[in-house]
Structures are given as structure tokens and as C-alpha cells.
């Protein structure tokens, strides 16, 4: 079984540039995450999808973030314009609607000079 | 503000001593889940606690969850190397929100 797919795995932008991820989750995994980890931290859920609906995104910086999963699989989050204190990995996860285990991609590394 | 707090947020041991880390909720949990995420790499699944009073094991690794379903740990015996890592506690509140933990680090010396 494929694990989840996020791409690039490595970014380097300026402050107020502009950045976009994308995630794979597994096959057949309804629920799908964003994570914003900073260095030294734990995970950070800045969004939650079920199919193609937001069930949480009360963490999601929404002035500069937004996420969509339009037709319930992939998932893009982009920021806009991005903040020195954006640096962080991002974290795309998913799982089944039946069980609790929450599958990781590789994650993106992102730095914000 | 952070409910669910982890301690200590480093360990550093001997390969061979045992390693503890403690998970604590400001509120009831109906689960609460493990991870191990090693340096560099991302967040895996160890195991859930669902039931009060729970224990569960995997080789070296002993997993508890309290009576009040407030708190937990997560004991290694005889750490080895391939311990190293961030190990963190992920709580479930009745409203399905997960609230993670920050984390302890362990170093092994070998």
C-alpha cells in the first residue's frame, strides 16, 4: 500500500512570496490533515477534510492560509503571502473513517528568509 | 492554550536504562494515541488507549492509560539506539478534537 504522497519536499521562499503544497493521501482515506510542525514542537492541525468538506479549521491562519480538496482526494494548502514565521514543516496525514490511526506524508520543509 | 501537557520534554539515557514519559489532560479523554517521530522524519503511529485502566505492550514498550482517563505514559525498557526519536502523546476529547502533546526527546548513548 502507497503511503501518503506530499510534494516538494524542500522550499525556500522569501517573506510575502506566495507557496503551495500538495498531498496524496492513501487510497481510500476519507479524512485527510494539514500539520504545521515548528522545530521543536508538536503538530499543529490547521485543517481537517472529510471527503471534500472542512470539519475543523479553527486553527487555520485564514488571512494568509487556505486549503482545499475539492474533489475529496488530493489536497493543496497554500499561504499567501508568507510570514518568517511560517517556517515550519507541514504535515499532510491521513486515515480511514473507521479507524483512529493517522497515516503521515513525508511532510514539506518549508523557510521563510 | 496547551491541555495536554508531556514530561519531562528531554531524556537523555544509556542504552540499556529504562526511559519514561508522561502524558497529562486538563480533561477527561475518551482515547488517547502514541507516536514516534525520528530525527528528521515524520510522525508515526505507535498505538491508541481507549479503556480505563489500560495496558498495553509492544516488546520493550509498555503503553498505560489512567483510571480517570486523564493521564498516560509510555515506559521503554532496556532503551536501545533505534529509540532515539520524539515521542508524543495525541489526546481525543468528546468533541473529536485532538489535542497533541509537545513532545519529550530521548538521546540514547550507546
Known amino acids: 500500500e502507497a503511503g501518503v504522497a506530499q510534494s516538494p519536499r524542500y522550499k525556500i521562499i522569501e517573506k510575502r512570496q506566495s507557496v503551495a503544497f500538495w498531498c496524496n493521501p492513501i487510497s481510500g482515506h476519507a479524512t485527510l490533515y494539514w500539520y504545521q510542525q515548528i522545530l521543536g514542537q508538536g503538530p499543529k492541525l490547521l485543517i481537517q477534510?472529510?471527503?471534500?468538506?472542512?470539519?475543523?479549521d479553527s486553527q487555520l491562519p485564514k488571512d494568509r492560509f487556505s486549503a482545499e480538496r475539492l474533489k475529496g482526494v488530493d489536497s493543496t494548502l497554500k499561504i499567501q503571502p508568507a510570514k518568517l514565521e511560517d517556517s515550519a514543516v507541514y504535515l499532510c496525514?491521513?486515515?480511514?473513517?473507521?479507524?483512529?490511526?493517522?497515516?503521515f506524508g513525508p511532510g514539506t520543509r518549508l523557510l521563510v528568509l | 492554550g496547551q491541555q495536554v501537557m508531556q514530561i519531562p520534554q528531554y531524556q537523555h539515557v544509556q542504552e540499556g536504562e529504562d526511559f519514561t514519559t508522561y502524558c497529562n489532560s486538563s480533561?477527561?479523554?475518551?482515547?488517547i494515541q502514541w507516536y514516534k517521530q525520528r530525527p528528521g522524519g515524520h510522525p508515526v503511529f505507535l498505538i491508541q488507549l481507549v479503556k480505563s485502566g489500560e495496558v498495553k505492550k509492544q516488546k520493550r514498550l509498555t503503553f498505560q492509560f489512567g483510571e480517570a482517563k486523564k493521564n498516560s505514559s509510555l515506559h521503554i525498557t532496556a532503551t536501545q539506539t533505534t529509540d532515539v526519536g520524539t515521542y508524543f502523546c495525541a489526546g481525543r476529547r468528546n468533541n473529536r478534537k485532538l489535542i497533541w502533546g509537545l513532545g519529550t526527546s530521548l538521546a540514547v548513548n550507546p
Open positions: 480533561t477527561t479523554l475518551s482515547n
Open positions: 496525514a491521513s486515515r480511514t473513517t473507521r479507524r483512529e490511526t493517522q497515516y
Open positions: 477534510f472529510q471527503n471534500n468538506g472542512v470539519v475543523d
